[in-house]
């Protein structure tokens, strides 16, 4: 399920702030806007060392994308970033020549058959359940 893929604007909020930057620059406001919810759903598994690419779509391995595939090339300071689209949906983004991205959540998270170590309301329990979200002082005033 797609869900189970962390957000890329939360491991690499960085690369997410340049790439809405570049591409509104490139006039691809729409992909601007998609690119906020784009997933990490794999890594390239190339094994290049200036290769930090990422799959944000399944895509069968070997089979090309077809119809309504377009890249996307950015002029990113450093290093080189390339979209992947197919008929606006961002399939696969190109990190290039580029510094080391730091996550800013556990990579432990960003694997596709792993899951994260908090749920959306609290840290999870030994299933992999998030904890219920603690009453606030207005929900228990109010009495709910």
């Not at 200036?50 to 950015?74: D, I, W």
């Amino acid at each position: 399920m797609e869900q189970d893929h962390p957000l890329v604007r939360d491991v690499y909020p960085d690369l997410i702030a340049e790439l809405i930057a570049l591409l509104e620059a490139e006039g691809e406001r729409e992909l601007a806007i998609v690119v906020w919810d784009v997933r990490l759903v794999a890594r390239c598994d190339c094994g290049d060392d200036f290769c930090q690419s990422f799959h944000t779509a399944v895509r069968p391995k070997g089979k090309p994308y077809g119809e309504g595939h377009r890249c996307v090339p950015l002029l990113p300071e450093k290093g080189m970033l390339v979209l992947d689209v197919v008929y606006g949906r961002i399939m696969y983004i190109e990190v290039l020549d580029r510094q080391p991205m730091t996550a800013q959540r556990s990579e432990s998270s960003t694997g596709p058959t792993q899951t994260p170590d908090t749920g959306p309301t609290g840290p999870a329990d030994a299933t992999g359940t998030p904890d219920p979200p603690a009453p606030t002082d207005r929900a228990t005033a109010s009495g709910a």
